[in-house]
């Protein structure tokens, strides 16, 4: 779990001030959250009968990652990006570069991509395009961004830290429009929500879900996951955390350690919502909702009413991504370069993978018939359920 202190930003992008006491506050929670003697145990891991036969068909090596990794899908092309620079399209189905190319500045987010413009965003704020490998445009930013750039209709879509979200043109780079929220003094170093449904760009704003015009930015829906609570800022977080689960027009979504909820995003209306303490998104099926807790606790809720379905606490305190659903299986992958594969009828375990040893840091992704995992390390594993 990261925290970063948040700006306030005047409309022209002018820094107007700092919020040195919650800055404070946010090095006394992370020295306290660090870990040490006093952290919890990885629950010991039970030999496994592989019941779901998983064939590893590919690695690539990329850079190490550590920044909130998202990887980004179009046809059977993977995009990904490392801390260093280097960003590349990828053939799922062989695991060779489609294009590599080294920006020279190091990156703070993911790759979003359409299947022709491609974009990241780097540590100096700056907002990139890249077309068949090569860079376009580059437009800089009022403030750092952690979540992956989003790429629709011949435009980019971005979620900022000072909870803004700006549309620009993506063959050009002109800003097109921006839609500014009221700003609050921590902001999770995490990514958080945003895609479109239909015609709607649906992007997470503090514990809101928020359905926008693509085209001018204006407000259809607003629906409310979680409201902010405690005594002080870290206590009030509520930021939604992707990745989300969409079913049709049904997104199910979380609030980072206060809710999971489902809201129909043609109507904007809100249809269940259950508390959860978790801080990393989810997936679903037609069915079920599945997530992790944050002690690593997996949980499901009935999709229809949120009622709750199975459990399994043999994860507990492993470090996991959030859950992917490949098939029968849901996959979910933890600290230690495991890959684990859970039965989504019970959670029992049907298998599980091994990689490099250091941790998974993006939720597992099914591309075509390609189960798809990076670790810190940077290194990128294409894997073959039977």
Same mark, same amino acid.
């Given at each position: 779990?990261?925290?970063?202190?948040?700006?306030?930003?005047?409309?022209?992008?002018?820094?107007?001030?700092?919020?040195?006491?919650?800055?404070?506050?946010?090095?006394?929670?992370?020295? %306290?959250?660090? !870990?040490? $003697?006093?952290?919890?145990?990885? =629950?010991?891991?039970? +030999?496994?009968? #592989?019941? @779901?036969?998983? *064939?590893?068909?590919?690695?690539?090596?990329?850079?190490?990652?550590?920044?909130?990794?998202?990887?980004?899908?179009?046809?059977?092309?993977?995009?990904?990006?490392?801390?260093?620079?280097?960003?590349?399209?990828?053939?799922?189905?062989?695991?060779?570069?489609?294009?590599?190319?080294?920006?020279?500045?190091?990156?703070?987010?993911?790759?979003?991509?359409?299947?022709?413009?491609?974009?990241?965003?780097?540590?100096?704020?700056?907002?990139?395009?890249?077309?068949?490998?090569?860079?376009?445009?580059?437009?800089?930013?009022?403030?750092?961004?952690?979540?992956?750039?989003?790429?629709?209709?011949?435009?980019?879509?971005?979620?900022?830290?000072?909870?803004?979200?700006? %549309?620009?043109? !993506?063959? $050009?780079?002109?800003?097109?429009? =921006?839609?500014?929220? +009221?700003?609050? #003094?921590? @902001?999770?170093? *995490?990514?958080?929500?945003?895609?479109?449904?239909?015609?709607?760009?649906?992007?997470?704003?503090?514990?809101?879900?928020?359905?926008?015009?693509?085209?001018?930015?204006?407000?259809?829906?607003?629906?409310?996951?979680?409201?902010?609570?405690?005594?002080?800022?870290?206590?009030?977080?509520?930021?939604?955390?992707?990745?989300?689960?969409?079913?049709?027009?049904?997104?199910?979504?979380?609030?980072?350690?206060?809710?999971?909820?489902?809201?129909?995003?043609?109507?904007?209306?809100?249809?269940?919502?259950?508390?959860?303490?978790?801080?990393?998104?989810?997936?679903?099926?037609?069915?079920?909702?599945?997530?992790?807790?944050?002690?690593?606790?997996?949980?499901?809720?009935?999709?229809?009413?949120?009622?709750?379905?199975?459990?399994?606490?043999?994860?507990?305190?492993?470090?996991?991504?959030?859950?992917?659903?490949?098939?029968?299986?849901?996959?979910?992958?933890?600290?230690?370069?495991?890959?684990?594969?859970?039965?989504?009828?019970?959670?029992?375990?049907?298998?599980?993978?091994?990689?490099?040893?250091?941790?998974?840091?993006?939720?597992?992704?099914?591309?075509?018939?390609?189960?798809?995992?990076?670790?810190?390390?940077?290194?990128?594993?294409?894997?073959?359920?039977?």
């Amino acid at each position: 779990m990261k925290l970063m202190p948040m700006f306030s930003f005047r409309a022209d992008g002018v820094t107007r001030s700092l919020r040195l006491p919650a800055a404070g506050v946010l090095l006394a929670l992370l020295a %306290a959250c660090s !870990g040490g $003697s006093n952290a919890p145990k990885p =629950t010991a891991l039970q +030999a496994v009968v #592989p019941v @779901v036969a998983v *064939q590893q068909v590919w690695t690539a090596r990329l850079g190490a990652v550590s920044f909130p990794m998202a990887l980004s899908v179009s046809g059977s092309n993977l995009y990904a990006a490392a801390s260093n620079g280097t960003v590349a399209a990828i053939d799922a189905r062989s695991g060779q570069d489609v294009w590599r190319l080294d920006l020279g500045t190091p990156l703070a987010a993911g790759v979003g991509s359409d299947g022709r413009v491609a974009a990241v965003v780097t540590q100096s704020n700056e907002l990139v395009a890249i077309v068949e490998g090569r860079e376009v445009w580059r437009e800089k930013l009022s403030a750092q961004a952690y979540t992956a750039p989003f790429v629709a209709g011949g435009r980019v879509f971005l979620l900022t830290a000072d909870r803004a979200i700006h %549309a620009f043109d !993506g063959s $050009s780079g002109r800003k097109l429009w =921006t839609q500014q929220r +009221a700003t609050e #003094p921590l @902001v999770l170093r *995490q990514a958080g929500v945003l895609l479109a449904v239909g015609d709607t760009l649906v992007a997470g704003l503090a514990g809101r879900l928020t359905g926008l015009n693509p085209a001018n930015g204006s407000l259809r829906w607003e629906v409310p996951i979680a409201s902010p609570r405690g005594i002080n800022d870290v206590e009030r977080l509520v930021d939604l955390v992707g990745p989300v689960s969409r079913l049709n027009d049904v997104l199910c979504v979380r609030a980072f350690q206060a809710s999971v909820g489902c809201v129909n995003a043609e109507r904007g209306v809100l249809q269940w919502a259950k508390p959860s303490d978790g801080s990393v998104g989810l997936d679903g099926d037609e069915r079920l909702v599945f997530a992790v807790e944050s002690d690593g606790k997996v949980v499901t809720w009935v999709r229809a009413n949120g009622e709750s379905g199975w459990s399994s606490e043999q994860l507990r305190f492993r470090g996991l991504t959030a859950p992917r659903v490949v098939g029968r299986s849901i996959a979910i992958g933890d600290a230690s370069g495991f890959v684990h594969l859970l039965s989504r009828e019970d959670g029992t375990f049907v298998n599980r993978l091994t990689t490099d040893g250091s941790a998974i840091v993006a939720t597992p992704t099914l591309i075509g018939e390609t189960l798809v995992v990076v670790t810190r390390s940077g290194t990128i594993f294409g894997f073959k359920p039977q």
